[in-house]
C-alpha cells in the first residue's frame, strides 16, 4: 500500500510515564482506518503524537512523503493533517461562522498535481445541514453533537489530506452519530482519508475499511474489519467490557 501516513515504531511519554511501545500504523489515500481500544489503551496519545502534543516521542512518522516526527504542531497542521480533537475545543464565543474561518487555510494539491478536497462553509453546510440552519450561533449556545459537528468542519477549512478524529460518536446522541456516519462516508468518497479512534465496533464497521486493536500501548491486532468482526478472541480480549 502507497501509504499517506506511515508511522513505524511510535514511542511516547507524558513526563516520567511511557504510553505508546513500538506502535506501528499506516493509512492510504482514501482510506478510513480504526484506532480501536478500551479507554486508556493509549488511542488519544498515539493522535497526540502524531500531531506532536505529547511530552516526548520517538519513531518515525512520514506524512505524504515527509519525515515529521521532529516536526511542531503548526507545521504538521499546515502540511494537512487535521486533527478533531476528543474535547472539542470549539470557541465558545464565536459564531459557527467565525469557528470555521479560524480553520480556514489555502487549498492543496496533491503530489500529482491533482487538486486535493476543497471545503468552504457553503460545503460544509450541505454536509452539515445542522450547522448551515445557525450560521450566527454562538459555539458556547450548541449542543454537545453540535459542537463535535462544528468541529469536524472547523478542521476540513483547513482542506487537510488525512483527518485524526477522534472519538466521534463518544457522548453524543444516536442521531448525531447517525450522522457522523453518513460524514464519515461522504468524507471518504471525496478523497479525504481518516484515522478514527473509537471504541464502538459497530460505529467503526459502518465506516472503517481496516482496523488497529491497541491495549496498554502497544497494537494487538491488524487487519480488516471483516477479519476483525470474525476474531471473537480479539474482540472479548481487547474490545468488550
Request: proline share 4%; glycine share 10%; with cysteine.
Amino acid at each position: 500500500m502507497n501509504a499517506l501516513l506511515d508511522v513505524r515504531e511510535l514511542n511516547a511519554w507524558y513526563g516520567a510515564a511511557q504510553i505508546l511501545f513500538d506502535v506501528d500504523l499506516r493509512v492510504g489515500r482514501g482510506e478510513v482506518v480504526a484506532l480501536m481500544g478500551r479507554n486508556g489503551a493509549g488511542k488519544s496519545t498515539t493522535m497526540k503524537s502524531l500531531m506532536g502534543l505529547v511530552d516526548r516521542r520517538r519513531g518515525a512518522i512520514r506524512f505524504l512523503g515527509r519525515d515529521i516526527s521532529s516536526s511542531p504542531s503548526h507545521e504538521i497542521a499546515s502540511l494537512g493533517l487535521g486533527f478533531v480533537p476528543e474535547d472539542r475545543r470549539i470557541f465558545t464565543d464565536l459564531t459557527v461562522l467565525e469557528n470555521l474561518e479560524v480553520g480556514r487555510q489555502r487549498a492543496r494539491q496533491w503530489p500529482d498535481a491533482s487538486a486535493a478536497p476543497h471545503w468552504t462553509p457553503q460545503r460544509l453546510f450541505a454536509l452539515f445541514p445542522n450547522l448551515g440552519a445557525m450560521p450566527q450561533r454562538l459555539g458556547g449556545r450548541m449542543s454537545g453533537g453540535e459542537q463535535q459537528m462544528l468541529t469536524v468542519a472547523r478542521t476540513l477549512m483547513g482542506n487537510p489530506f488525512l483527518v485524526l478524529l477522534d472519538e466521534p460518536s463518544e457522548g453524543v446522541a444516536p442521531v448525531i452519530v447517525e450522522q457522523m456516519a453518513d460524514m464519515i462516508v461522504a468524507l471518504k468518497e471525496q478523497g479525504v482519508s481518516i484515522l478514527l479512534s473509537e471504541q464502538n465496533l459497530h460505529f467503526a464497521s459502518l465506516v472503517c475499511d481496516r482496523a488497529y486493536v491497541l491495549e496498554k500501548g502497544q497494537i494487538r491486532f491488524e487487519g480488516t474489519m471483516t477479519e476483525l468482526q470474525a476474531r471473537q478472541d480479539v474482540r472479548d480480549a481487547y474490545l468488550g467490557v
